[in-house]
Structure formats: structure tokens, C-alpha cells
């Protein structure tokens, strides 16, 4: 585990220092939980974007796109039922004056236990080799029953809670099993209250003629009151989808992890409007699909998890996650939920107009149901990073730091560097360069020597790095050189469009998608 942890650190670090990530407002000591993407984070930021966004739009007829506003109307926010109950509830330390998330604290608790199970069935298997039956191990085993069954009691206990709002009984949890603050280590808790995460500002500018409005904490509402527009503009049928890409602002009471848990992040969402009753197919279709998205950037299958919600909100008849497998564990990057007729129908109720579709093929008008797809630009460029950072040992004794990004979605897909600033090389490099850069996000270096330059080029995932020597002046051929195995290849000059088109191209991504 600490190893991991020094893991995430070291990514953190690489981050900032190649130009991926900057905590925000640096030189006035930062701001909680906001950061800055740098010249190479966007890149890559845009480039995932753009997959989600083309995978959504160009590969089904039925799903277009729309972007809007980030302050909507305060009603669209009651109607949602964000102001009401978009709340997490906190806890403070009266010693480290830290506050939590009274629910985390319990989760980790949780967690605990789990990891202390996990422990000794991996001791076991240790001890047992190949004849370890793990199943019967865990269901036999003294100890390993004693604790599931101390998880168990917590969890019902803790679920209970959850689902009945009841604070007081959060703060006996924390009391009962002697949860201790992680900085302080005391036990000198508050009370448990609600804490709503939307940030509220004015709009308006005379004092009187104010309102009071929020920063939105998610795209989605956006898409629910466009529906019509969208409908009755695009002559659209069900089924049919709408897309956004957009920030999405939450007062997070526990800001960690990096870009994990951010209080201003992007979402990247899709709404699915289905006939009532059919939603539950769509709802797996969408969960396939969406696995499928992931899957095909080959960082690893095993790298994910479906987990299904056991507890879902009012409103909703089915929902997921999809779970990655981060440096701390598994953790949510998308969510997939089947969110019936509730926001369209609020918004009717809430607005006063009429918000229907007329089937034609049923001659009858109602209020589609909804399968949602919502995912963190954010989290999803975390989780590249960590699957793609790795330190290697090289033989005699060097080492580097490679990242192995997918690669159509690496911000430099070829580095061009003339092996040295002399002897018509510089000018050869300018001419690939002119013919590569209309296609490909192309970096020209002549400074170092040229060890140093892949070194810097593998630290940003750079898939190819093009040399320039005394050959390619007098034959038009240049080394080709892999990031990841590091192999070195001659080709002809002509030939580079196709191979780097080949390795990176983002439609042969999408292609492994239909
Ligand atoms: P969590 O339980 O981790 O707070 P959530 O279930 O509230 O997440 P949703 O409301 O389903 O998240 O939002 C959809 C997606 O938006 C999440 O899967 C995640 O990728 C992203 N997301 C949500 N909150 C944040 C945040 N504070 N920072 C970065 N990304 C976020």
C-alpha cells in the first residue's frame, strides 16, 4: 500500500513537472481541490474529449450534441432536486480542525476491515499454494468469519443511516466504533450536519434586482430543459440521445487525491431518451458500450469493474459505475443510471409547460424515460496517467520514466530532432516537420544530446521520436524510434504519414468501437 501511495506521489510530481497538471493560482499557495491544465495536459485533456465526444456523435445517427450555459435559471436547481438534497453530511475535528465527510470516514472504516479480510486469505494462499480453495476459506476460516461478520453489522448499520438521513446515528457510528481523526488522531468529533455542495453567487447588478443563482454541479439539467429544442429542431425520434461536455462546480467538503475530487471539473454526459419500458435494455446496452469505450484504449482489462448501486435514489430503477483501478484503489470514473421520467416531468411540473413526445408509431404522447451516461473528463485523464506511468530499469543500470499513453491520445504524437544543429540537418528536420505538422502535433529539438531528448520525449508519451542524421541528407531515410520498446528503424521519409497515421490515428480507435 505505501508503495502505491509513493507511486501516486511520484505521478503527481511528473505531472507538474512535464506540463500536465499545475495546482491552481500556484504563486498565491494554491486553492483547494482546483487545478490548471499545462501545455501538455490539455492535450491530452482535448484528446480524450474528442474521443468521447466523436464516439457519441459520429458513430450513432441518433445522438447529437449541445453545449450549454453554465448559470440556468434557480428553479431548474429546486426541480432537480439539488437544493434540496444535493448534500453530503460533514464532521469536524475540534482538534486538527479538519472536516470530513462523515460518510468517508465510515467508508474507510469499512474498507478496514475488508483489507484486513484480504490479508489473511492472501496469507492463506501464501501457505496453502496451489491447493488453496479461496471460497472455502473465506466461508470456514475463524477469523476471517469474525471479521466479515464485525463488516457486516457496521455496513447494514451505516446503510441504514444513509438511506433513513439520519445524522444522529452517523455520529454514534463514528463514536461506536472509535473512528479516529487521521491527522489528530482524537476522537473530539461535532455533530453531524447536511452540507449542500452548490455554489451559490448573484447575477444581476442593481442590489434590488438580484437573484440568486448557482454554479452548476452537473451538465446533465442542461440537456433535460433542451429536450424539446433539441426534439422538435432536430426532428428527432426516440430513441435518441444528447451530448455535453461542460464544467460542473461542487463545494466537495473533502478535497484529496489530486484531480480526483475536484471543486471545479469537467463532465462529459449523455442522455438516452427511450419509450417507458424499454429503458432497462438501453440501460445495458449503454453499460456495454461504455465498458467497450474504455477497454479499447488498451490500458488493461483487468484494470476495471462494474459495481452496481446497491442503494439508488428515489427516482431512479437502475444504476452503475464504472470502477477503475487507481493507485488507491478501485474508484468510480463513470456512471450509468437509468433515471426514468424524473427530471422530465419535474421540469414540467416545475416550469408549467408541457414537456411530451408524440410517438408517432404509438399515436400516443408521453414523457420519455432516461438512461444517463456521465462521465469525468477529469478522473478519466487520471486514470491514463496512473495506468501509463512507469519507471524502468534499463539495462546498465539506467533508469527512465516512460509514459505509455494511448497512443491517439498522446499530446505529441512525434518528436523531430536533427541529430545535430549542423551539416543541413536542422533544415532536413523543418522540411518533415512541414509536412508532418498538418496532421500530427509534432515537436522540433534541436538542444541536448539526443539521449536526453528521448528521455524528455518518453517523460510526455511521445510515441515516436524521428532522428535526423548524415544518411537522411544524402537518402532521405530516418530513424524511427519507438517509445516503448525503444527499438530503432530506418525508413524512408515518405513513409512516416502512414506509420504514425496508422499508430495513432483516433478513427482507428473509434473503428475497434462498432
Ligand atoms: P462521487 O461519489 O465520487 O462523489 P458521484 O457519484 O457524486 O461521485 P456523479 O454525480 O455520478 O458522481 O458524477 C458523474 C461523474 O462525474 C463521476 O463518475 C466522476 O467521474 C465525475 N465527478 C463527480 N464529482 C467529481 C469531482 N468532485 N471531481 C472530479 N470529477 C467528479
Known amino acids: 500500500m505505501a508503495q502505491k501511495e509513493d507511486v501516486f506521489k511520484k505521478i ?196 434590488d434586482a438580484t437573484m440568486d443563482v448557482y454554479l452548476r454541479p452537473e451538465t446533465a439539467q442542461g440537456i433535460f430543459v433542451n429536450f424539446l429544442n433539441v426534439q422538435k429542431t432536430g426532428r428527432m425520434r426516440l430513441p435518441f440521445g444528447i451530448a455535453q461536455i461542460g464544467k460542473a462546480f461542487r463545494n466537495e467538503i473533502v478535497a484529496r487525491q489530486f484531480i480526483f475530487r475536484m471543486r471545479e471539473f469537467e463532465q462529459m454526459e449523455m442522455q438516452f431518451f427511450v419509450r417507458p419500458g424499454e429503458e432497462l435494455n438501453y440501460f445495458e446496452m449503454w453499460k456495454e458500450t461504455r465498458m467497450k469505450w474504455h477497454k479499447a484504449l488498451g490500458m488493461g482489462d483487468e484494470k476495471y469493474r462494474y459495481h452496481d448501486h446497491e442503494k439508488l435514489a428515489h427516482y431512479a430503477n437502475a444504476a452503475t459505475d464504472i470502477e477503475f483501478q487507481m493507485p488507491f484503489g478501485f474508484k468510480e470514473v463513470e456512471g450509468i443510471h437509468s ?72 499530446p505529441v504524437k512525434c518528436a523531430i530532432l536533427p541529430l545535430v544543429k549542423k551539416d543541413g540537418m536542422p533544415e532536413k528536420a523543418r522540411e518533415i516537420m512541414d509536412m508532418l505538422k498538418f496532421d500530427f502535433a509534432c515537436q522540433y529539438e534541436e538542444k541536448d544530446s539526443v539521449g536526453k531528448r528521448y528521455r524528455r520525449q518518453d517523460a510526455i508519451g511521445t510515441p515516436f521520436c524521428i532522428t535526423i542524421d548524415g544518411q537522411t541528407v544524402e537518402d532521405n531515410t530516418v530513424t524511427l524510434r519507438d517509445r516503448d520498446t525503444m527499438q530503432q528503424e530506418r525508413v524512408a521519409i515518405s513513409e512516416l504519414p502512414r506509420i504514425i497515421g496508422e499508430a495513432c490515428s483516433l478513427n482507428n480507435l473509434l473503428k475497434k468501437l462498432v
Not at 12 to 31: Q, R, T
Open 12 to 207: 503527481v510530481s511528473h505531472a507538474k513537472e512535464y506540463g500536465f497538471v499545475f495546482p491552481s493560482s500556484e504563486i498565491y499557495d494554491g486553492l483547494g481541490a482546483v487545478y490548471d491544465y499545462g501545455q501538455n495536459g490539455v492535450e491530452l485533456k482535448n484528446n480524450i474529449k474528442r474521443y468521447w465526444w466523436e464516439s457519441m456523435t459520429l458513430l450513432h445517427e441518433n445522438i447529437v450534441g449541445i453545449d450549454s450555459a453554465i448559470f440556468m435559471h434557480p428553479t431548474i436547481w429546486k426541480a432537480s432536486g439539488h437544493v434540496d438534497a444535493f448534500n453530503d453530511p460533514l464532521i469536524d475535528n475540534k482538534d486538527s480542525k479538519k472536516r470530513y465527510r462523515a460518510d468517508v470516514l465510515i467508508e474507510d472504516e469499512i474498507a478496514k476491515i475488508e483489507e484486513k479480510i484480504d490479508k489473511e486469505v492472501a496469507k492463506a494462499a501464501k501457505r496453502f499454494g496451489d491447493s488453496f480453495d479461496e471460497a472455502m476459506f473465506r466461508q470456514t476460516n475463524g477469523r476471517v468469519l469474525e471479521h466479515q461478520q464485525k463488516r457486516d453489522v457496521l455496513h447494514s448499520r451505516y446503510e441504514k443511516a444513509m438511506n433513513d438521513n439520519d445524522l444522529k446515528e452517523l455520529r454514534q457510528i463514528i463514536e461506536d466504533y472509535a473512528i479516529v481523526d487521521p491527522i489528530s488522531g482524537t476522537r473530539n468529533w461535532t455533530d453531524v450536519r447536511q452540507f449542500n455542495l452548490m455554489f451559490k453567487t448573484q447575477m444581476g447588478s442593481s442590489a
Open 339 to 410: 433515471r426514468t421520467n424524473f427530471d422530465l416531468s419535474q421540469h414540467e411540473k416545475f416550469s408549467g409547460k408541457k414537456i411530451q413526445y408524440f410517438d408517432p408509431e404509438l399515436n400516443e404522447s408521453y414523457t420519455p424515460y432516461v438512461i444517463e451516461t456521465s462521465i469525468g473528463v477529469d478522473r478519466m485523464f487520471l486514470s491514463v496517467l496512473c495506468s501509463s506511468y512507469e519507471e524502468q530499469q534499463l539495462e546498465g543500470g539506467d533508469t527512465r520514466v516512460v509514459l505509455h499513453l494511448p497512443k491517439a491520445l498522446a
